[in-house]
């Protein structure tokens, strides 16, 4: 009988964290509840990150010839310049991207909504995080797919420190995160040059609490399908 008791109250106290992460998830679908979310954990991440993707040679070409993977409410290359081609699973966040850009359309990362070589610039940021490996595989293989030859495909994503003890507050904030598959560089790495080889690396901090991110590169061959 205790057992029974001891694994019901276990049972309970699931129950409860798993509707504390739904009423989460939910409050975030709302753009302007994600948009103070990021302020308040992320501080900087729009004067660090944002500004160092704007400065990527791969999208400083014009807008319709990017597409943004993933890219929820609003644009993190955008700014006073057109926003790219953005394409998300939410409907509620492309609502929100095309009530500002005009071009957006739902689509799942993995089953892209685009014919072969549709874009000169295929991005991806802040997604993978959220996705298992196989599902980060098939993702990877729909942008290359999409992506022209002599175009660039870019992948950013979230990384956990590489010594959680040096930077404290940033892999507690990575282990909060909703997507509940944070890596370490290495692993994201591998998921990557498993797919394509010629991938390059860059690890910065994303934001003033410490919080850092890798920007992959890949350039596709001319020729290449």
Same mark, same amino acid.
Request: charge should be positive.
């Given at each position: 009988?205790?057992?029974?008791? @001891?694994?019901?109250?276990?049972?309970?106290?699931?129950?409860?964290?798993?509707?504390?992460?739904?009423?989460?998830?939910?409050?975030?679908?709302?753009?302007?509840?994600?948009?103070?979310?990021?302020?308040?954990?992320?501080?900087?991440?729009?004067?660090? @990150?944002?500004?160092?993707?704007?400065?990527?040679? !791969?999208?400083?070409?014009?807008?319709?010839?990017?597409?943004?993977?993933?890219?929820?409410?609003?644009?993190?290359?955008?700014?006073?310049?057109?926003?790219?081609?953005?394409?998300?699973?939410?409907?509620?966040?492309?609502?929100?991207?095309?009530?500002?850009?005009?071009?957006?359309?739902?689509?799942?990362?993995?089953?892209?909504?685009?014919?072969?070589?549709?874009?000169?610039?295929?991005?991806?940021?802040? @997604?993978?995080?959220?996705?298992?490996? !196989?599902?980060?595989?098939?993702?990877?293989? !729909?942008?290359?797919?999409?992506?022209?030859?002599?175009?660039?495909?870019?992948?950013?994503?979230?990384?956990?420190?590489?010594?959680?003890?040096?930077?404290?507050?940033?892999?507690?904030?990575?282990?909060?995160?909703?997507?509940?598959?944070?890596?370490?560089?290495?692993?994201?790495?591998?998921? @990557?040059?498993?797919?394509?080889?010629?991938?390059?690396?860059?690890?910065?901090?994303?934001?003033?609490?410490?919080?850092?991110?890798?920007?992959?590169?890949? !350039?596709?061959?001319?020729?290449?399908?």
């Amino acid at each position: 009988i205790f057992q029974y008791q @001891l694994s019901a109250c276990q049972w309970q106290r699931a129950i409860s964290r798993a509707r504390f992460q739904n009423m989460i998830f939910r409050l975030l679908a709302t753009p302007f509840v994600y948009k103070i979310i990021q302020g308040v954990l992320a501080p900087g991440r729009k004067a660090l @990150l944002s500004s160092r993707l704007r400065s990527l040679p !791969e999208v400083l070409i014009p807008a319709e010839e990017i597409l943004d993977i993933g890219c929820g409410p609003y644009s993190a290359f955008s700014q006073e310049r057109p926003y790219p081609v953005g394409c998300d699973f939410s409907e509620v966040h492309i609502a929100s991207y095309v009530g500002k850009s005009g071009l957006g359309v739902v689509g799942s990362a993995d089953h892209l909504p685009f014919d072969s070589s549709s874009f000169k610039t295929v991005i991806c940021v802040g @997604l993978f995080h959220h996705l298992d490996d !196989e599902v980060v595989r098939l993702s990877i293989s !729909e942008m290359l797919r999409i992506c022209e030859p002599g175009g660039s495909v870019v992948v950013v994503d979230g990384v956990l420190p590489k010594k959680p003890w040096y930077r404290p507050f940033a892999f507690f904030v990575r282990k909060l995160d909703r997507g509940r598959f944070m890596r370490y560089q290495q692993k994201l790495v591998g998921l @990557l040059t498993d797919m394509q080889v010629g991938w390059k690396f860059e690890r910065m901090t994303t934001t003033y609490t410490g919080l850092e991110a890798v920007i992959c590169r890949l !350039e596709i061959p001319m020729g290449e399908v």
